[in-house]
């Protein structure tokens, strides 16, 4: 399996990006598609999961900012981050959760200027 992200970048305080990782491989019709993020010194934290049923989760603090969504045809989940905050600056990680086995992508960098 394997998974490649688009989208990180330089935004100011108060804008947007929109995140995409696309999945390639044998990983069948059922599988939690998700965002993590690692920022400076910190441990890798949750952002948001989609099942492939459209069911959602998010971390707290993106609630209401953030919203996760994914193309079950194209085995590709988006993540729209909306009113960024410097706090979110991180490495974003894609993953796919098949149950037993977790893939991730390699990350793409996201740095929000105050």
């Known amino acids: 399996v394997r998974l490649v992200e688009s989208g990180g970048g330089l935004v100011q305080a108060g804008g947007s990006l929109r995140l995409s990782c696309a999945a390639s491989?044998?990983?069948?019709?059922?599988?939690?598609m998700g965002w993590h993020r690692q920022g400076p010194g910190k441990q890798r934290d949750l952002v948001a999961t989609i099942t492939s049923g459209g069911s959602t989760n998010y971390l707290d603090s993106v609630k209401g900012r953030f919203a996760i969504s994914r193309d079950n045809a194209k085995n590709t989940v988006y993540l729209q981050m909306n009113s960024l905050k410097p706090e979110d600056t991180a490495v974003y990680y894609c993953?796919?959760?098949?149950?037993?086995?977790?893939?991730w992508g390699k990350g793409t960098q996201v740095t929000v200027s105050s």
């Open positions: 491989g044998r990983i069948g019709s059922r599988y939690v």
């Open positions: 993953n796919v959760d098949l149950g037993l086995t977790h893939y």
